[in-house]
T-cell receptor
Framework: AQSVTQLGSHVSVSEGALVLLRCNYS??????LFWYVQYPNQGLQLLLK??????LVKGINGFEAEFKKSETSFHLTKPSAHMRDAAEYFC????????????FGAGTTVTVRA | DADVTQTPRNRITKTGKRIMLECSQT?????MYWYRQDPGLGLRLIYY???????NKGEISDGYSVSRQAQAKFSLSLESAIPNQTALYFC??????????????FGPGTRLTVL
């Protein structure tokens, strides 16, 4: 079965600083990987996804993630944080051995300091 | 109007009561899902349905049941609510596509408290 580990349940950054959220996965087959964002009092929405095309994936709102097979990682970055990036971020992996259902990480809450 | 709606948005109930959470979607998607979110645990899948006649258990289905009344409607029931079912519940939908790559679209959530 696939699984996802997000390192760090809380990340605090200054406005304008780099945002780096870490995600490592376990998979016996090439995975499909996702990052979702949850703004306060809202449902989740897709930021970006890796589906075995380019290893550097660009998403919405200036976020990108790089798939590194050798490190089993899919870390999310944004060069310059905005106040509106304050949210909870979830990494997820699609499991081909289980109807391609998503397995979510525990989430990382990002706060942005003015 | 939102593509995926959930009712109610908030619900407080007592132990032992039967309650139903409803989800409707206007996206025309075949696939629908119910998740619960607990702090520090991420989202966990309760049930999913790939079409009206296909319903499957997720990883935490005990104590829950579902009904897919139509392509657009997927309801979650707690037959006899217990306090550890207090959580934020999300409905999601996705379209058929290349297996495993489909994007899921989430409703705004229902916050359920069981006293």
């Amino acid at each position: 079965a696939q699984s996802v580990t997000q390192l760090g349940s809380h990340v605090s950054v200054s406005e304008g600083a780099l945002v780096l959220l870490r995600c490592n996965y376990s998979s016996s087959v090439p995975p499909y990987l996702f990052w979702y964002v949850q703004y306060p009092n809202q449902g989740l929405q897709l930021l970006l996804k890796y589906t075995s095309a380019a290893t550097l994936v660009k998403g919405i709102n200036g976020f990108e993630a790089e798939f590194k097979k050798s490190e089993t990682s899919f870390h999310l970055t944004k060069p310059s944080a905005h106040m509106r990036d304050a949210a909870e971020y979830f990494c997820a992996v699609s499991d081909p051995s289980n109807d391609y259902k998503l397995s979510f990480g525990a989430g990382t809450t990002v706060t942005v300091r003015a | 109007d939102a593509d995926v709606t959930q009712t109610p948005r908030n619900r407080i109930t007592k132990t032992g009561k039967r309650i139903m959470l409803e989800c409707s979607q206007t996206k025309g998607h075949d696939r629908m899902y119910w998740y619960r979110q607990d702090p520090g645990l991420g989202l966990r899948l309760i049930y999913y349905s790939f079409d009206v006649k296909d319903i499957n258990k997720g990883e935490i289905s005990d104590g829950y049941s579902v009904s897919r009344q139509a392509q657009a409607k997927f309801s979650l029931s707690l037959e006899s609510a217990i306090p550890n079912q207090t959580a934020l519940y999300f409905c999601a939908t996705s379209d058929r596509g290349l297996a495993g790559t489909d994007t899921q679209y989430f409703g705004p959530g229902t916050r359920l408290t069981v006293l």
